[in-house]
């Protein structure tokens, strides 16, 4: 009996123990509760710690920095565009008695962030223009090979996005200083056209981007005719310019060969016979083929070669 009534001494000493100390971790901070109230002050410091027990309860909270992941919404902007808005902000515990006071817990803030962050984010699109919403400064265009014509020009922009995201910031904090945390930045993740206003922007896109090929395409053919023509001219040039030489060729060769004829044709009569025989073989040459039939008559030129080939 004695041994089951140190077992359960034991037991009973071990669970009063356990019930009274307690861990605080080093990113912890701790808020004691007795009968749902809180008592004392919020404990911050990390290390072994003694509580009521059975009576008190312990709320721990975090000291890191916490997430906040907003769910995409469609907005509309000031010149009526609808937008897709997705957003994620950081906050941390400041006051946790505070905190638990005001919110109990993680979930009850998470629930409270997401009606001040996302009603300031949509106050705020509302005021603006798309294009403050989508841009941050008035940046240069980026050159490219386009004509002047068709360089983009940006509208100049007086806030951007930026300074929405600040604006935003700032009153979110002032709404959310009572409740013992501290919304330490937002930002936007990304921001979109919605799926009807993509389709008509895709679309302009693609026209633009056919105008300025069909205008490239038909300068292309142009300057490919221009080519051409210049290709021609010159062809017709230099064959006219071939022809014209060849001529002149010709002719000097038809007056050396003349001039030779004429030399040797004057000086005996052997030579002008020569000259005679062979411009009479030429023309038998020029004259006849294979079925050609020649009649000539005895007092002929041409028959007075051969008859005196014959008498030879």
Do not use: C
């Amino acid at each position: 009996m004695k041994i089951l009534a140190l077992v359960i001494g034991g037991f009973v000493l071990l669970l009063v123990l356990s019930g009274t100390l307690y861990i605080v971790g080093e990113p912890q901070q701790v808020i004691i509760t007795q009968f749902g109230k809180p008592v004392g002050s919020p404990i911050t410091t990390p290390g072994l710690k003694i509580k009521t027990p059975l009576i008190q309860k312990v709320h721990r909270f975090e000291k890191r920095f916490l997430e906040w992941d907003g769910d995409a919404n469609q907005l509309p902007t000031k010149d009526k565009r609808f937008v897709w808005v997705d957003s994620y902000a950081r906050w941390r515990i400041t006051d946790p008695l505070l905190f638990f006071q005001r919110l109990r817990d993680e979930r009850g803030a998470h629930s409270r962030l997401d009606d001040i962050l996302d009603g300031e984010t949509r106050n705020a699109i509302a005021k603006y223009d798309v294009v403050e919403v989508v841009r941050t400064s008035n940046r240069e265009p980026v050159p490219s090979e386009l004509e002047p014509e068709d360089e983009a020009v940006l509208e100049q922009i007086h806030s951007g996005r930026e300074k929405i995201r600040q604006e935003v910031l700032t009153i979110a904090q002032t709404r959310t200083a009572d409740l013992g945390l501290e919304i330490l930045d937002i930002q936007f993740k990304r921001i979109n056209y919605v799926e009807d206003v993509q389709s008509k922007v895709y679309e302009r896109m693609v026209a633009e981007r056919r105008r300025i090929a069909d205008r490239f395409r038909s300068e292309g053919e142009g300057e490919a005719s221009r080519i051409t023509g210049e290709k021609d001219r010159d062809l017709m040039r230099i064959q006219s310019e071939a022809y014209r030489t060849a001529q002149e060729i010709k002719g000097r060769a038809d007056a050396e060969a003349a001039a030779i004829y004429a030399q040797a044709f004057n000086q005996s009569k052997e030579a002008r016979e020569f000259y005679a025989f062979l411009k009479t073989m030429d023309s038998y040459r020029n004259t006849l083929d294979k079925e050609s039939m020649l009649v000539l008559t005895t007092d002929g030129e041409f028959y007075r070669f051969l008859k005196d080939a014959e008498g030879r």
